[in-house]
Nanobody, 127 residues
Framework: QVHLAESGGGSVQAGGSLRLSCAAS??????????MAWFRRAPGQEREGVAA???????IYADSVEGRFTISRDNTKKTLNLELNSLKPEDTAMYYC???????????????????WGQGTQVFVSS
C-alpha cells in the first residue's frame, strides 16, 4: 500500500510563508501517475480541498488560496509540495496530503476520489 507523510507545518504570523512537503513511500512505484492533492480542516469546519496536481502537471486551487499557494510535485523523489504565501489567520488548519493512485476522474478536489491520506501537519497563523 501507499504511505503518505506530511512535514513542514508550524506557526507563522499573518503575511508570512510556509512550505509543506508530503513524502510517498511503500508500494508507490507508479507515483508519477497519481493524482495528488492537499486538503485542510480547521476546528469545527468541514474538510476543504486546497489544491491538486495531476500527472501532467495540471493544477487546481480552491478560491480561498488562489494566487497565494502553489502546489508542485517531484516524481523522482516521490514528493508533493505546497508553498503557502501571504498567510492569513483563516489558513490555520491541519493540512493533509492525499493520493488517488488510479485516477479515472477529471481534475477536481472532491475528497471521495482519494484512497490514501497522510496523518496531517498543523499550520497555525497568528494575527
Amino acid at each position: 500500500q501507499v504511505h503518505l507523510a506530511e512535514s513542514g507545518g508550524g506557526s507563522v504570523q499573518a503575511g508570512g510563508s510556509l512550505r509543506l512537503s508530503c513524502a510517498a513511500s511503500g508500494y508507490a512505484s507508479n507515483y508519477a501517475r497519481y493524482y495528488m492533492a492537499w486538503f485542510r480542516r480547521a476546528p469545527g469546519q468541514e474538510r476543504e480541498g486546497v489544491a491538486a496536481i495531476g500527472s501532467d502537471g495540471t493544477t487546481i486551487y480552491a478560491d480561498s488560496v488562489e494566487g497565494r499557494f502553489t502546489i508542485s510535485r517531484d516524481n523522482t523523489k516521490k514528493t508533493l509540495n505546497l508553498e503557502l504565501n501571504s498567510l492569513k489567520p483563516e489558513d490555520t488548519a491541519m493540512y493533509y496530503c492525499a493520493a488517488d493512485v488510479w485516477p479515472r476522474t477529471a481534475v477536481g478536489l472532491g475528497p471521495e476520489r482519494f484512497g490514501y491520506w497522510g496523518q496531517g501537519t498543523q499550520v497555525f497563523v497568528s494575527s
